[in-house]
């Protein structure tokens, strides 16, 4: 899911934010590594190719306002990091979620697209009267590289 520039410049001016270098540059590196699940110290050092005065307080910075304004997402994949992605704002229009695939073989993670658990919701809502704002699916197995090296069924 690569996003433009424009794309970034319009929603920082939607939460009322200023465009800045920084900003850009944070929302362009996590856009261009959507399937990596970055570390603040990951965005740092892929942003500062391209923008080497920039630093790793900046970053934090940038990353902390974004995550706020939910323009990105924390994510934690039981690997002891805090990882970032570009939120929901980004997903499709009816405002699905992607999950995550673990493989608990080689650590590999996978997103998948789709809000499985629309209907769970609504029933928990109808029944308990909790009203879910948001959730996070990790489903762990073995991704098929592995299946197929290791013969796992």
């Known amino acids: 899911m690569q996003l433009d520039r424009k794309s970034f410049e319009n929603l920082l001016r939607e939460k009322g934010l200023k465009v800045t270098t920084q900003r850009l540059a944070v929302l362009t590196v996590l856009s261009q590594k959507a399937d990596s699940h970055l570390t603040a110290e990951?965005?740092?050092d892929l942003v500062k190719v391209e923008n080497p005065e920039i630093g790793l307080a900046t970053v934090y910075r940038t990353?902390?306002?974004l995550l706020e304004l939910k323009?990105?997402?924390r994510?934690?994949?039981d690997d002891g990091y805090v990882r970032y992605e570009l939120g929901n704002v980004f997903e499709d229009e009816?405002?699905?979620h992607h999950h995550h695939l673990i493989c608990v073989k080689c650590g590999k993670v996978t997103s998948f697209q789709g809000?499985?658990?629309e209907e769970f919701e609504k029933r928990?809502?109808?029944q308990t009267g909790?009203?879910?704002?948001d959730h996070d699916v990790k489903l762990y197995g073995y991704c098929a590289d592995c299946r197929k090296k290791a013969d796992v069924k």
């Open 42 to 44: 990951e965005i740092y």
């Open 63 to 65: 990353v902390q306002l």
């Open 71 to 73: 323009i990105i997402d």
């Open 75 to 77: 994510i934690y994949l």
């Open 94 to 96: 009816d405002g699905h």
């Open 115 to 117: 809000d499985l658990l």
């Open 124 to 126: 928990m809502e109808e």
């Open 130 to 133: 909790f009203q879910i704002q």
